[in-house]
């Protein structure tokens, strides 16, 4: 098959009749090797396999099934000889005793292993009744993978030891089913983690999966999927090839691949399996390249699918094999092997008609079909095969130990060791039974030629060591095998997986390690949220939200940043939240203070110009006492404006709305003091008027004392009980990332009750200025009063809405405005036209001007 470099077409059919005729294969007995000693070692190797015949076209209605042999696996049996010949030429292991073999064809059939194993044990004739009470002709058997189960389980309950070379399935470690069975080779399990390990490693959290339904690929696939899944990986699909896959299911397995946007496939299967799924993603015209193939290690070294055909859709293949040694001599023995007329040699002589195509003359002498005539001489030397492949021997190694093994148990079992005994040689005729060489064979442990440890866990199981095996053109072209790192099951977690990722070739000869994602891993700044009714590995990217951040690639949530922390513009990190208030260096605060300064030289150069006229009608007929304090009243209305800019401290905190409650009220106070005063004035003038002399300077004083109090009174409580602190509030700006601090109000009424207070006085001067607003215009300030609350009303009015609206530092600047506002209202009302009379219109601003004025 391999000689001929044909490509199989089609699936396998009809397995079970077609098998039974395969150990036949035209000889009334079965076929075997053998040789005689006084131990015998049975095995049973897949020298032959079902496939179909090489075509040339992708027509599968002509399927035509046929026998193939295998020389890979006929490599496995004769070092399985050359172990023997070995141990027989080693004076120091099993002295005085000789081993032999006989071995069969296993066809990788349960049905025919079954029939090879009975002829292996002696059972052809035993009835079901007796087959208890029969005795087995071989100490032990070998057996490769696919039917190791039934026959493990059938030679369990008679506790004939079974050491597999080739069974790598989990469930053969299941004690209670099969307590005879050990093998050299680890199973599925550590590969299961190697590979899980491997693939999410280099980031393949979307892969797709191919297996077979027999129990190596199931349970590998199994096993596979749970622990990938719980690494955080998706499966893309699982395609599972029947045992006879017909071309429309080929053709949808490859459409599938095709279709899907995975870029890395794992693959539990052996190569004869895969040939049809290949050959149809290979040849039929698919653009299916850039596939990153993860083999396990049932095909990882198979030359077969090392074809030509199959470098453009296999290259860069990676996967897991078993560690691979050069056995010394084997080379030399395996091409000094000839065939013979001899019985026993059958398999041999079926080898050497493969190879060479041709029949061999002692057979019977004649031609076939015009096959050639071969002598049996011809040289192995100048034949390229799996067979004379031996450059680094994998499970040829495992045959290797398994014989080796088997040896040493023998070798304690016949007390070759033991002190006294006639020239250092074996008991050999020591009669012993399958259950004491088992518990031997447990319990062997040595160290071989190659410095390995070889030892049997309590399962049976062996030291789990692999090679990472990448499929890499040389440059002739030709696929090798090429060992970029390895794996060791019993290392701790962080040391098993060991890869020199440098050395690796990837897909289509990239060196770039493949990106296999469903969706591409969200940038640090967003998060992943799952789409509905999809994989957890396909997702969108939304940002994160204000104050969130993530820093990683592939973060599933954000984070909230700490307190007084916010995110920054591209959300990857936390910064320090910037403390923002009404600073004297803002362009906001300047203005402020400018204002206020403005306010506060206004106030002084008018209360410097009444006073400078203190003694002149205009002054004196507007109660020069109560406009002094109104004056100072609105310097202090103007100054408090001041403690709101700034960082706020307990001490601001606790004065500005007191300042602004207490200023404003003795304002208002003062103003309502007048208003009555021009009311009670006007009255005097008429008639029998005594009202304005029992309303005098006193009672004046007593009356803005009186409405000042309570005002008074209500700030010192409020500062008492609940006074407002400094707060850095994070939530009014959220957007910039701005810490306000502002001053806390732990009792909100404290506030709307001074402001609440300032509004009443405010109401009732309005009402009383609005009533003497039709007095005469020289002596009536009633007028100028009435304007002045008007804009006083307007201003705190809009600060409500304002006020509660703005967000951070600027509801400070709005109420320092309000208050600006309302003081430069009352200023320039009350005070400014006086003030022109004063200055620009003296001839104004004498008794009998007013008088007359009002005569008028």
Same mark, same amino acid.
């Given at each position: 098959?391999?000689?001929?470099?044909?490509?199989?077409?089609?699936?396998?059919?009809?397995?079970?009749?077609?098998?039974?005729?395969?150990?036949?294969?035209?000889?009334?007995?079965?076929?075997?090797?053998?040789?005689?000693?006084?131990?015998?070692?049975?095995?049973?190797?897949?020298?032959?396999?079902?496939?179909?015949?090489?075509?040339?076209?992708?027509?599968?209605?002509?399927?035509?099934?046929?026998?193939?042999?295998?020389?890979?696996?006929?490599?496995?049996?004769?070092?399985?000889?050359?172990?023997?010949?070995?141990?027989?030429?080693?004076?120091?292991?099993?002295?005085?005793?000789?081993?032999?073999?006989?071995?069969?064809?296993?066809?990788?059939?349960?049905?025919?292993?079954?029939?090879?194993?009975?002829?292996?044990?002696?059972?052809?004739?035993?009835?079901?009744?007796?087959?208890?009470?029969?005795?087995?002709?071989?100490?032990?058997?070998?057996?490769?993978?696919?039917?190791?189960?039934?026959? =493990?389980? *059938? @030679?369990?309950?008679?506790?004939?030891?079974? %050491?597999?070379? #080739? &069974? /790598?399935?989990?469930? $053969?470690? +299941?004690?209670?089913?099969?307590?005879?069975?050990?093998?050299?080779?680890?199973?599925?399990?550590?590969?299961?983690?190697?590979?899980?390990?491997?693939?999410?490693?280099?980031?393949?959290?979307?892969?797709?999966?191919?297996?077979?339904?027999?129990?190596?690929?199931?349970?590998?696939?199994?096993?596979?999927?749970?622990?990938?899944?719980?690494?955080?990986?998706?499966?893309?699909?699982?395609?599972?090839?029947?045992?006879?896959?017909?071309?429309?299911?080929?053709?949808?397995? =490859?459409? *599938? @691949?095709?279709?899907?946007?995975?870029?890395? %496939?794992?693959? #539990? &299967? /052996?190569?004869?399996? $895969?040939? +049809?799924?290949?050959?149809?993603?290979?040849?039929?015209?698919?653009?299916?390249?850039?596939?990153?193939?993860?083999?396990?290690?049932?095909?990882?070294?198979?030359?077969?699918?090392?074809?030509?055909?199959?470098?453009?859709?296999?290259?860069?293949?990676?996967?897991?094999?078993?560690?691979?040694?050069?056995?010394?001599?084997?080379?030399?023995?395996?091409?000094?092997?000839?065939?013979?007329?001899?019985?026993?040699?059958?398999?041999?002589?079926?080898?050497?008609?493969?190879?060479?195509?041709?029949?061999?003359?002692?057979?019977?002498?004649?031609?076939?079909?015009?096959?050639?005539?071969?002598?049996?001489?011809?040289?192995?030397?100048?034949?390229?095969?799996?067979?004379?492949?031996?450059?680094?021997?994998?499970?040829?190694?495992?045959?290797?130990?398994?014989?080796?093994?088997?040896?040493?148990?023998?070798?304690?079992?016949?007390?070759?060791?033991?002190?006294?005994?006639?020239?250092?040689?074996?008991?050999?005729?020591?009669?012993?039974?399958?259950?004491?060489?088992?518990?031997?064979?447990?319990?062997?442990?040595?160290?071989?030629?190659?410095?390995?440890?070889?030892?049997?866990?309590?399962?049976?199981?062996?030291?789990?060591?692999?090679?990472?095996?990448?499929?890499?053109?040389?440059?002739?072209?030709?696929?090798?095998?090429?060992?970029?790192?390895?794996?060791?099951?019993?290392?701790?977690?962080?040391?098993?997986?060991?890869?020199?990722?440098?050395?690796?070739?990837?897909?289509?000869?990239?060196?770039?390690?493949?990106?296999?994602?469903?969706?591409?891993?969200?940038?640090?700044?967003?998060?992943?949220?799952?789409?509905?009714?999809?994989?957890?590995?396909?997702?969108?990217?939304?940002?994160?939200?204000?104050?969130?951040?993530?820093?990683?690639?592939?973060?599933?949530?954000?984070?909230?940043?700490?307190?007084?922390?916010?995110?920054?513009?591209?959300?990857?990190?936390?910064?320090?939240?910037?403390?923002?208030?009404?600073?004297?260096?803002?362009?906001?605060?300047?203005?402020?203070?400018?204002?206020?300064?403005?306010?506060?030289?206004?106030?002084?150069?008018?209360?410097?110009?009444?006073?400078?006229?203190?003694?002149?009608?205009?002054?004196?007929?507007?109660?020069?006492?109560?406009?002094?304090?109104?004056?100072?009243?609105?310097?202090?209305?103007?100054?408090?404006?001041?403690?709101?800019?700034?960082?706020?401290?307990?001490?601001?905190?606790?004065?500005?709305?007191?300042?602004?409650?207490?200023?404003?009220?003795?304002?208002?106070?003062?103003?309502?003091?007048?208003?009555?005063?021009?009311?009670?004035?006007?009255?005097?003038?008429?008639?029998?008027?005594?009202?304005?002399?029992?309303?005098?300077?006193?009672?004046?004083?007593?009356?803005?004392?009186?409405?000042?109090?309570?005002?008074?009174?209500?700030?010192?409580?409020?500062?008492?009980?609940?006074?407002?602190?400094?707060?850095?509030?994070?939530?009014?700006?959220?957007?910039?990332?701005?810490?306000?601090?502002?001053?806390?109000?732990?009792?909100?009424?404290?506030?709307?009750?001074?402001?609440?207070?300032?509004?009443?006085?405010?109401?009732?001067?309005?009402?009383?200025?609005?009533?003497?607003?039709?007095?005469?215009?020289?002596?009536?300030?009633?007028?100028?009063?009435?304007?002045?609350?008007?804009?006083?009303?307007?201003?705190?009015?809009?600060?409500?809405?304002?006020?509660?609206?703005?967000?951070?530092?600027?509801?400070?600047?709005?109420?320092?405005?309000?208050?600006?506002?309302?003081?430069?209202?009352?200023?320039?009302?009350?005070?400014?036209?006086?003030?022109?009379?004063?200055?620009?219109?003296?001839?104004?601003?004498?008794?009998?001007?007013?008088?007359?004025?009002?005569?008028?």
């Amino acid at each position: 098959f391999e000689r001929n470099e044909e490509l199989l077409l089609g699936g396998l059919s009809d397995v079970d009749s077609i098998s039974s005729q395969c150990i036949k294969l035209s000889y009334s007995e079965p076929p075997a090797l053998q040789s005689e000693g006084d131990v015998v070692i049975g095995a049973f190797f897949p020298l032959h396999f079902l496939a179909p015949q090489p075509q040339h076209n992708l027509d599968y209605s002509d399927l035509i099934l046929s026998i193939f042999f295998d020389f890979r696996a006929f490599r496995w049996m004769m070092t399985m000889v050359f172990a023997v010949e070995e141990i027989n030429n080693n004076s120091s292991l099993l002295p005085g005793v000789k081993l032999g073999y006989r071995i069969l064809d296993s066809c990788d059939n349960v049905h025919t292993s079954l029939q090879a194993l009975f002829s292996l044990v002696g059972w052809e004739n035993v009835t079901a009744e007796k087959m208890y009470d029969a005795k087995s002709e071989t100490s032990s058997c070998l057996a490769s993978s696919s039917p190791t189960r039934a026959v =493990a389980q *059938t @030679l369990g309950p008679f506790n004939i030891p079974l %050491v597999s070379y #080739f &069974a /790598t399935c989990t469930c $053969l470690t +299941d004690k209670h089913m099969y307590p005879s069975f050990l093998r050299t080779v680890p199973n599925d399990l550590f590969q299961v983690r190697g590979l899980v390990q491997l693939v999410t490693f280099l980031s393949w959290l979307w892969v797709g999966t191919v297996g077979t339904p027999d129990d190596y690929s199931q349970y590998g696939i199994q096993a596979f999927s749970t622990q990938f899944k719980q690494q955080g990986g998706c499966l893309a699909f699982h395609l599972t090839i029947p045992k006879s896959p017909t071309a429309a299911e080929i053709q949808e397995f =490859a459409d *599938t @691949l095709q279709s899907s946007t995975t870029q890395v %496939v794992v693959v #539990f &299967a /052996t190569e004869g399996q $895969l040939v +049809d799924l290949f050959l149809e993603v290979s040849l039929a015209d698919r653009n299916v390249t850039g596939i990153q193939w993860v083999a396990s290690e049932a095909w990882v070294t198979a030359t077969l699918l090392t074809s030509p055909h199959f470098h453009p859709l296999l290259e860069g293949t990676l996967g897991f094999s078993f560690p691979g040694v050069r056995i010394p001599d084997l080379e030399e023995f395996l091409l000094n092997v000839h065939p013979s007329p001899k019985p026993g040699m059958e398999l041999v002589n079926m080898f050497w008609e493969e190879l060479f195509g041709c029949r061999l003359e002692f057979r019977d002498g004649r031609s076939k079909d015009n096959v050639p005539i071969c002598s049996g001489s011809e040289d192995l030397r100048y034949t390229e095969s799996s067979y004379t492949d031996v450059s680094q021997v994998r499970i040829s190694y495992n045959v290797y130990k398994a014989v080796y093994a088997i040896a040493h148990a023998l070798h304690t079992l016949l007390n070759c060791d033991s002190e006294g005994k006639k020239q250092g040689m074996c008991e050999k005729h020591i009669f012993f039974t399958s259950k004491q060489l088992l518990h031997h064979l447990q319990t062997v442990n040595f160290t071989n030629q190659f410095e390995e440890k070889v030892y049997f866990d309590s399962n049976g199981e062996p030291v789990p060591l692999y090679d990472i095996i990448n499929w890499q053109k040389d440059s002739t072209g030709e696929i090798r095998f090429v060992k970029v790192g390895s794996y060791d099951g019993s290392a701790p977690l962080r040391q098993q997986l060991q890869l020199e990722q440098f050395m690796i070739v990837w897909t289509k000869g990239q060196s770039q390690v493949p990106i296999s994602q469903c969706s591409a891993p969200c940038r640090p700044g967003s998060r992943q949220a799952r789409r509905a009714g999809e994989p957890h590995c396909c997702f969108d990217c939304l940002p994160c939200a204000e104050g969130e951040f993530s820093n990683q690639t592939g973060s599933t949530e954000c984070t909230k940043c700490p307190e007084y922390y916010w995110s920054d513009k591209d959300k990857v990190k936390c910064v320090a939240g910037v403390e923002d208030f009404l600073s004297f260096n803002d362009t906001m605060g300047i203005i402020l203070v400018a204002l206020t300064l403005l306010g506060v030289v206004s106030t002084t150069i008018i209360t410097t110009v009444f006073h400078q006229f203190r003694f002149t009608p205009i002054v004196k007929a507007n109660n020069s006492e109560i406009s002094f304090l109104l004056l100072v009243s609105l310097k202090l209305c103007f100054l408090c404006s001041l403690v709101f800019i700034g960082q706020p401290s307990v001490w601001t905190c606790r004065l500005r709305q007191a300042a602004f409650g207490i200023s404003f009220v003795l304002c208002l106070s003062c103003l309502f003091v007048k208003t009555i005063v021009v009311l009670l004035a006007f009255r005097a003038n008429l008639p029998g008027s005594r009202a304005l002399k029992q309303f005098g300077p006193s009672q004046q004083r007593t009356l803005i004392l009186c409405t000042t109090t309570p005002q008074v009174c209500l700030c010192a409580g409020w500062l008492l009980c609940a006074p407002p602190f400094p707060f850095r509030n994070p939530t009014y700006q959220a957007a910039t990332g701005k810490i306000v601090l502002e001053c806390k109000e732990p009792w909100p009424p404290g506030f709307y009750l001074v402001l609440g207070y300032i509004g009443l006085l405010a109401f009732l001067c309005l009402l009383l200025a609005y009533l003497g607003r039709k007095l005469p215009d020289t002596f009536n300030e009633a007028k100028l009063i009435t304007f002045s609350m008007l804009i006083f009303w307007a201003v705190w009015i809009s600060f409500i809405p304002a006020y509660v609206s703005s967000p951070g530092k600027f509801t400070v600047a709005v109420e320092v405005f309000a208050i600006l506002a309302s003081s430069f209202g009352l200023l320039l009302c009350i005070f400014v036209p006086k003030c022109y009379i004063i200055l620009l219109m003296p001839e104004k601003n004498i008794k009998k001007g007013i008088i007359g004025r009002y005569k008028r």
